[in-house]
């Protein structure tokens, strides 16, 4: 690069020139060039040109690599071209294996068209410098000022060949690497390949994670984090992401996730009992203090993804206990906790996820999870006497109808029932013949179309913790059992009055028969 000021060659009348002043003005053009090139464009291989100096194996079973044509800029501006394939072969007497060999490529120099004028030899020189390139092997980690990784490859002491990865995300020992390799773009920064790429990884986990808090569990605060995820990652592949702007980009990201960790100390109290959420709480409040250090380097910045992959990790082993896929009854949300079942473990019967999807009729007994339980009452809405007789009332509702639906299971199974729905407001009953401080199961046949809500539970006017929640949607299998537990420390007395609150705005409940179960 140039020291000092640029200065251009100014001709007149009567100048002069000197070969000093005519290699002077080549070189203003040559260091400009590279000016431009190391601070306006992120050094790196640059996409779309040539084979784009990829570097494939040459499925010949031995050591030997094929480099296909491209061009890239090092982190001094240097234009590298390789205008036309290459093949290398490693020579494993040059290292001292195992080790990592990178295959790099350097910009190089070379003068060319020497010329001697046999009338004066003072008069000679060469009349080109041509600008090269030389393809190498290195077990030193490449400085990306003076090379440009174009592979890597971690041989064995007794390789024999190089081969293609058959995993590009994970390669093994004796296969190509090609994931640290640098892109150059017309914007960017000069950020570690290593980084970019745990980066990258990091996105991804966190993208899985923040849909399902958000769409699954309606964790506001997790969408607005899952958007800024989804932007970093759109970021990052237009390589619009640099050292000096991706520490706020995480900082964003760090202040939404502590936004979802109020959220859910707000609303969902059994969920941010859990160590698992405790571990995530502890991983992001060190995050926020770690985004705001002055001192940003790429240790720094390493430092940064390790702590947020902790925090992915902790909620991520939440997720797994508590999602509806996984049919664990200790962990669902409206289903009885371990301490609220007592007696010996029966064999048979169903899980009591299965109550969702079950077709058959609802027995006077069943056995669910290894406890046996009995029917212990019934509403069959559309039917007066029984109505009237459980003192069933809709209150206070947007809107109220009542339906007849022939509709499936997920077995196929079809079923006619009716029953009401309303928007808003409140469902109020009796249970009868009840067994006190004992748990209560009510089991609802719902119409699973428009899910996606929250009601709030009450039993003779005390508010239970636990919400009802409803989650997804079945637009084809329609019908649904949706199960609730109301634990034992809320029923004392042979009959009691259940009101459900709708709390989700724009949604409405339906209500089809409700059976009641306690433990036999």
């Excluded at 913790?465 to 084809?476: A, H, S, T, W, Y």
């Amino acid at each position: 690069m140039a020291q000092g000021n640029f200065k251009r060659i100014n001709f007149f009348r009567g100048f002069l020139t000197t070969e000093e002043d005519l290699n002077s003005s080549e070189r203003y053009h040559v260091e400009k060039r590279k000016l431009h090139n190391a601070h306006l464009h992120a050094p790196g291989v640059v996409p779309n040109r040539g084979d784009e100096l990829k570097v494939t194996s040459r499925g010949r079973g031995d050591l030997s690599i094929e480099i296909g044509s491209g061009y890239a800029i090092d982190g001094m501006g240097h234009d590298i071209l390789l205008l036309e394939k290459q093949i290398k072969t490693f020579n494993l007497g040059d290292f001292k294996l195992p080790a990592t060999i990178y295959i790099v490529l350097r910009y190089v120099e070379e003068f060319t068209d020497f010329i001697a004028y046999k009338e004066n030899l003072d008069y000679q020189g060469h009349r080109r410098i041509e600008e090269g390139c030389k393809i190498d092997f290195t077990i030193v980690e490449p400085n990306i000022d003076e090379e440009i990784e174009i592979g890597r490859v971690y041989l064995e002491q007794n390789a024999r060949r190089v081969t293609d990865a058959q995993n590009p995300n994970a390669p093994g020992p004796n296969e190509l690497d090609l994931r640290f390799v640098p892109k150059a773009g017309v914007a960017g920064g000069r950020l570690n390949p290593l980084l970019i790429w745990r980066i990258a990884e990091m996105i991804a986990r966190q993208k899985a994670i923040l849909a399902h808090l958000a769409r699954v569990k309606k964790i506001l605060a997790a969408q607005d984090a899952f958007h800024a995820v989804i932007t970093l990652d759109m970021m990052m592949k237009t390589q619009l992401v640099n050292s000096s702007n991706v520490w706020g980009l995480l900082r964003v990201i760090a202040a939404l996730e502590w936004d979802l960790v109020d959220e859910v100390e707000t609303r969902i109290p059994d969920l941010s009992s859990r160590k698992e959420f405790m571990a995530f709480k502890k991983n992001v409040d060190i995050l926020r203090g770690l985004v705001d250090e002055r001192r940003r380097t790429d240790e720094g910045l390493d430092n940064v993804i390790t702590y947020q992959n902790k925090a992915s990790e902790a909620i991520d082993l939440l997720m797994e206990r508590i999602r509806p896929d996984v049919i664990d009854v200790k962990f669902m949300p409206n289903a009885p906790k371990p301490s609220e079942l007592a007696g010996p473990l029966l064999e048979g019967g169903i899980a009591y996820e299965d109550i969702k999807v079950r077709s058959e009729d609802f027995t006077e007994t069943l056995i669910v999870d290894g406890r046996e339980w009995r029917m212990i009452d019934r509403i069959d809405l559309l039917n007066k006497e029984n109505e009237e007789e459980h003192s069933f009332a809709i209150k206070d509702a947007e809107d109220t109808w009542r339906t007849r639906q022939k509709l499936r299971y997920p077995d196929g199974v079809v079923i006619e029932d009716v029953g009401i729905a309303h928007q808003g407001g409140f469902a109020q009953f009796k249970v009868k013949n009840l067994t006190p401080h004992q748990d209560l199961v009510m089991i609802r046949r719902m119409d699973y179309v428009r899910a996606d809500y929250q009601a709030e539970i009450h039993v003779d006017n005390a508010r239970l913790e636990r919400l009802l929640v409803c989650d997804g949607e079945d637009r084809k299998f329609r019908w649904r059992n949706w199960p609730y537990v109301i634990p034992a420390q809320y029923i004392n007395k042979e009959s009691v009055t259940i009101k459900q609150i709708m709390l989700t705005a724009d949604r409405d409940i339906n209500m089809f028969t409700i059976w009641f179960y306690q433990p036999k």
